[in-house]
């Protein structure tokens, strides 16, 4: 782990970049390789407002933060706050990744799907907004594609219908009747 430190308007102090070295390597432990990674901490002062600004780059680690207030030592402590945030969550993510898992991923419905069959799983699951059109709109769509059906909002009656082809070569309209 690599650190350069930039001051501006203000002389260096080795206390604050030992502080700071100390926080950092605190966010080392979330980081895969933290030796390849480059950290560059710019503390700046005008007038009364001090900032400070951290950068992450190294293997795929590109993150950054920046903190303003009127102490040098609370503007790095909510940086590396914020950086922390960061790293954990790039973190979780690897992790997730790793064992398989997508952000959406969760637990699916197992059922019977009859006496002397195994049991089943959902196993997929599409988010969709259905598009307002009317009957005869969707029916002109549901020719032209390859899919068996069409969910769809019909604009007359503002209701989720479901348009699907039948073996005969016609069309069925499923209207939900809710009471």
């Known amino acids: 782990m690599n650190i350069a430190y930039t001051f501006k308007n203000f002389e260096p102090s080795e206390h604050l970049k030992a502080y700071a070295a100390r926080r950092l390597q605190k966010l080392s432990r979330f980081?895969?390789?933290?030796?390849?990674l480059e950290i560059s901490v710019t503390m700046s002062v005008d007038k009364f407002r001090h900032r400070v600004e951290v950068q992450f780059s190294g293997d795929n680690v590109n993150i950054s933060a920046e903190e303003?207030?009127?102490?040098?030592y609370a503007?790095?402590?909510?940086?590396?706050?914020?950086?922390?945030?960061?790293?954990?969550?790039q973190a979780e993510k690897i992790k997730d990744k790793r064992r398989g898992r997508t952000a959406e991923q969760e637990e699916f419905v197992?059922?019977?799907s009859g006496q002397d069959q195994p049991v089943r799983k959902?196993?997929?699951?599409d988010?969709?907004?259905p598009k307002p059109m009317h009957v005869g709109e969707a029916a002109l769509q549901l020719e032209r594609r390859d899919d068996v059906f069409l969910v769809f909002l019909n604009a007359e009656t503002e209701q989720v219908n479901v348009l699907y082809k039948r073996n005969n070569g016609n069309l069925g309209l499923i209207v939900p009747g809710f009471k």
Request: hydrophobic share 40%; with cysteine.
């Open 110 to 112: 197992e059922y019977l």
């Open 31 to 36: 980081l895969p390789r933290a030796d390849n």
């Open 75 to 89: 503007c790095v402590d909510a940086a590396l706050e914020k950086l922390a945030a960061q790293v954990k969550k």
């Open 122 to 125: 959902v196993v997929e699951r």
């Open 127 to 129: 988010h969709f907004e």
């Open 68 to 72: 303003q207030s009127r102490d040098m």
